[in-house]
RNA sequence: GGGUAGGUAGCGAAGUGGUUAAACGCAUCAGACUGUAAAUCUGACGGCUCCGGCCUUCGGAGGUUCGAAUCCUUCCCUACCCA
């Protein structure tokens, strides 16, 4: 039924940045093995961010290959956690949301961790199940089990007292709150980024204070957005998110900055060992134009989240549409009014590729804005007298006009 | 509770009565170059505009003044020190 000791170490290792501890995950396994019981491996999710993308799939991508080996996937959703929000109000990313958003987020990334995830093999969980019901005085004891400078251990805290940052006395009861959904469902092992490992420790210590086997933590190395420098997040828009389109998912592969193209082979795609190992080395050697590998990674990710076919199609039209400087198979058709044709200011406006007619009218000026192929300079000059013709605003922004003869 | 230092555009950070829509850096956008890589260069960067201008900003609210981000009052927020 489920595959060896070693065989599940051989991939559950892949790519991990760290286990802790080692030893237990092997005991872990051999336990499930002689009972023929899956482990229970959790994954928290943060409802008020329901957009998935790529950083979020190495970390989902290794609970599928948990899946894959046998064992139970489940999947926590934080809406106990999202409910109360940051009261301080200081981190505006974690606005608080009401049940009904965050039961909604809670579909919406079932729907998208799906993507990665066996359906059928994944349990989804809401937190407030059983962080809801805990008294005041539950919420004290728990707190009494851990002391304030095993709290400012936590690289993040410790980065933020020193820099003279405020941190939130409830900031303190979330890796808290987080540790007791492990106590809650009995989790094996706790999957996370790097940035996790603090909150996965305590679940390990409050597991304890419970009486309960502690959980294997299992950190996963957290991806760069494309911008080459932080952490991908759809808030830096550094990111490729999973329901990007092919086009889109091409476009934002191919300006990764080639530094990260190992990386990216590494935590997002399934290639086989000595695939990556092949990369490595034309990397490392430049024997390969790095644009050349990029593109098979782009199509690569293409092939994984729509099609073999869209991945072919995607690269086609990248070339020409960026290389050859041509159109789009797919342009956007727009109807102007007789306003919007008053000028090409007014026309670029209307289409709604800029936020204003200021804004259009700056980027004639910088000669960002073409008709049929030629570039406009004047931001009074006329809409030409056709028919139909192309709009093109900046670098990929591209819109079918067509004068509707009433 | 007492004291100190602060709160300026997306972020960081100057400015401390009068060309100040507010230096500078980062980020972003557009252009050149290119492999939608890196590096570099140029320009834009509060909003709107009939291109003449108009409107809204310097934690909030009042006030002084011909004139305030800059002075006064009050409130809110943050860090640090003392208790």
């Known amino acids: 039924m489920f595959p060896s000791v070693n065989e599940q170490m051989g991939v559950i290792k892949r790519g991990v940045s760290e286990i802790i501890p080692e030893d237990d995950l092997v005991r872990k396994i051999e336990k499930s093995l002689k009972t023929k019981t899956p482990l229970n491996v959790k994954l928290g999710c943060d409802p008020s961010r329901p957009d998935l993308h790529l950083g979020h799939s190495v970390v989902l991508r290794k609970l599928r290959q948990f899946q894959d080996l046998g064992h139970r996937a489940i999947l926590i959703v934080g809406d106990f956690t999202g409910m109360i929000g940051d009261p301080s109000g200081r981190n505006k990313t974690r606005p608080a949301l009401s049940l009904e958003e965050t039961r909604k987020n809670g579909e919406s990334y079932f729907e998208q961790a799906t993507k990665i995830l066996s359906k059928e093999k994944t349990k989804m969980v ?100 494309t911008d080459g420098v932080e952490k991908m997040s759809k808030s830096l828009d550094n990111y490729i998110g999973l329901s990007d389109s092919p086009k889109e998912m091409y476009g934002r592969t191919l300006s990764i900055p080639d530094s990260l193209i190992y990386d990216y082979f590494l935590l997002t795609t399934n290639i086989e060992k000595k695939d990556l190992e092949e990369i490595k080395q034309q ?105 139909e013709f192309i709009l093109k605003v900046g670098r990929r922004k591209f819109h079918r006009i067509i004068r509707k003869n009433q």
């Open 126 to 225: 809401y937190n407030s199940e059983w962080l809801a019901k805990m008294q005041f005085a539950d919420v004290i004891k728990l707190a009494s089990k851990y002391t304030v400078a095993r709290m400012l251990e936590r690289d993040d805290f410790t980065l933020r007292y020193k820099a003279g940052e405020p941190i939130s006395v409830h900031e303190f009861l979330y890796p808290l709150a987080q540790a007791m959904d492990s106590v809650a469902i009995n989790a094996d092992v706790e999957l996370g980024g790097t940035d996790q490992k603090f909150n996965l420790l305590v679940g390990r210590d409050i597991q304890r204070e419970f009486g309960k086997e502690p959980q294997v933590i299992l950190t996963m190395p957290i991806l760069v957005g």
């Open 283 to 387: 990397l490392e050697r430049n024997s390969v134009n790095p644009r050349d590998i990029k593109r098979g990674l782009a199509r690569e990710l293409v092939a994984m989240y729509h099609s073999h076919d869209e991945a072919v199609a995607a690269e086609e039209e990248f070339d020409r549409v960026f290389v050859k400087k041509d159109m789009p198979d797919v342009i956007p058709i727009f109807y102007p009014t007789a306003d919007d044709l008053k000028n090409v200011t007014s026309l670029t406006a209307a289409t709604g590729s800029v936020s204003s007619k200021t804004e259009a009218r700056k980027k004639i000026l910088e000669g960002g804005v073409y008709i049929d192929g030629e570039r406009i300079t004047d931001p009074f000059s006329p809409v030409p007298n056709k028919d």
